[in-house]
């Protein structure tokens, strides 16, 4: 079965700093994972997205996240936080091509 | 714009009434995806859509919880009789072949 953790409930980082979101997978497949932004009464926005190709994925808004299998992780970065980037962010995989099981997700919240 | 969207935004009801949410995915996507969203929490799946088929249901969606997607086009969720316990935000994504889920901006259910 799947499933995903997100290893933190809320991250605090002061604005020009970098930004490290944990998470780790379960999956008996070779799954694909996402990480989704969401701001407060709006929909989730795709940030980026692992299918099997490069480890080291590069996504939206100066955004990355890196694929490792041996540890089951996938944790999201960012090296300079912006006030922008305050919401929270949901960790997904996917190891059955339509079947997607989100983490209860982390709330950034970016200190000036 | 093409993207997913959801009517209505906002809906308030009394207990016992029935709601009627809509859902209009990107045109060229087969998939469509309900998922429920509670304060606090990541979207948790109710139900999924391959075209006008309905190929899965969460032991969530119990029996006065309805979907369908007539033609394989807009698709309906129905609640009936509801409860206070069934406020919460209800969102729509569609997909492509890619794997990417695509979220319209959601239908906030209040119960009064």
């Known amino acids: 079965a799947q499933s995903v953790t997100q290893l933190d409930s809320h991250v605090s980082v002061s604005e020009g700093t970098p930004v490290l979101l944990r998470c780790n997978y379960s999956s008996s497949y070779s799954p694909s994972l996402f990480w989704y932004v969401q701001h407060p009464n709006k929909g989730l926005q795709l940030l980026l997205k692992y299918t099997s190709a490069a480890t080291l994925v590069k996504g939206i808004n100066g955004f990355e996240a890196e694929f490792k299998k041996s540890e089951t992780s996938f944790h999201l970065t960012k090296p300079s936080a912006h006030m922008s980037d305050a919401a929270e962010y949901f960790c997904v995989v996917s190891d059955r091509g339509y079947k997607y099981i989100f983490g209860t997700g982390t709330r950034l919240k970016v200190l000036a | 714009d093409t993207g997913v969207s959801q009517d209505p935004r906002h809906k308030i009801t009394k207990r016992g009434q029935n709601v009627t949410f809509r859902c209009d995915p990107i045109s060229e996507h087969n998939r469509l995806y309900w998922y429920r969203q509670t304060l606090g929490q990541g979207p948790e799946f109710l139900t999924y859509?391959?075209?006008?088929?309905?190929?899965?249901k969460s032991r969530l969606l119990s029996d006065r919880f309805s979907a369908e997607r007539p033609k394989g086009s807009f698709s309906t969720l129905e609640i009936q009789r509801t409860e206070q316990g069934d406020s919460a935000m209800y969102l729509c994504?569609?997909?492509?072949?890619?794997?990417?889920?695509?979220f319209g901006e959601g239908s906030r259910l209040t119960v009064l």
């Open positions: 994504a569609s997909s492509p072949h890619t794997g990417e889920l695509f």
């Open positions: 859509f391959q075209n006008e088929a309905q190929l899965e």
